[in-house]
């Protein structure tokens, strides 16, 4: 049988695989917390990979029975406490640890599934209704871990996880459409009169891009009041997430809004840099006391 610590480790391995950004910017947060944010990001990954990497064009039925069987699988082993899944075992360590509410991961199973059958979304509040799952509440499962000192962080780390959803979302254009996915609000292409499946940069497209990360600072904005409700130990993760994920845009700003010849990515020696400086600056201020 798995060790918590195997199994810590497995949620770990995803991480630093598939989601570098995010690694990275756990790096900056104290040891005790950073296996608690890993086993988060091993659940979610774990979800994800049977909407999008369940064998080779498996149908639709067999991936939602797939991610069906998982979810009940996750609540009964929250219920007895303990799991010998691979990954499971410690996100359940986890969610009890912090007493995250379980509904949160509900929310996060009802977003996965659309996916298997929702292609677009039409306005930008339908979209929100898809990202209060896939990332408005992934801020939310955060917070007991960061402990901030006022409920009022809820909001902000929910516009935070939006933030990055919306991040991801415009810098992968491409490879969701390869999945038949857009997740480009429908209004706002025909509102500039672009079209993503041309593949190429055109005015229109850079247009619509330039808006939807107009839209995405705004909620980095909002974000930002909530890191003054984190404590020190805990801010320095956050802000370095916040740095390097806005530095995707930035990449993309740089490019034109072409997203589609080439990815837009924050280098690793930049990823490095930022969150040694942020933990160097931490340790500082609390020897300074």
Known sequence: MITLEQSYARCRTLNRRYGTTYYWSTKALPR???????????????????????????????RAKALADFGDRFFVDLEEGDSDDDVLKAVVHTVRAFRIDPDCFRRFLRSMTMDLTVSAYETWDDLLVYMDGSAAVIGEMMLPIL?????????????????????????????????????????DLRRFGADPWLRRATPEWQAVMAFEIERCR?????????????????????????????????????????????????????????????????????ALG
């Open 147 to 187: 402990e901030p000192t006022s409920a009022a962080a809820t909001a902000h780390a929910q516009d935070l996880g939006n933030a990055f959803q919306l991040t991801n979302f415009l810098r992968d254009v491409n490879e969701d459409l390869d999945r038949g996915r857009v997740y480009v609000p429908q209004a």
């Open 32 to 62: 005790v917390k950073r296996h608690h944010v890993w086993a988060l990001y091993g659940f979610c990954r774990y979800a994800d990979d049977i909407v999008d990497d369940l064998g080779s064009g498996a149908p639709t039925d067999v």
């Open 218 to 286: 705004a909620l980095y904005r909002s974000a930002d009041i909530g890191l003054a409700l984190l404590p020190p130990s805990s801010v320095r993760g956050i802000r370095a997430a916040r740095i390097l994920y806005a530095g995707i845009l930035e990449r993309i700003e740089a490019q034109g809004g072409d997203v589609f010849s080439r990815r837009a990515r924050v280098p690793t020696w930049r990823k490095a840099l930022t969150v040694g400086r942020l933990a160097a600056g931490g340790r500082r201020r609390e």
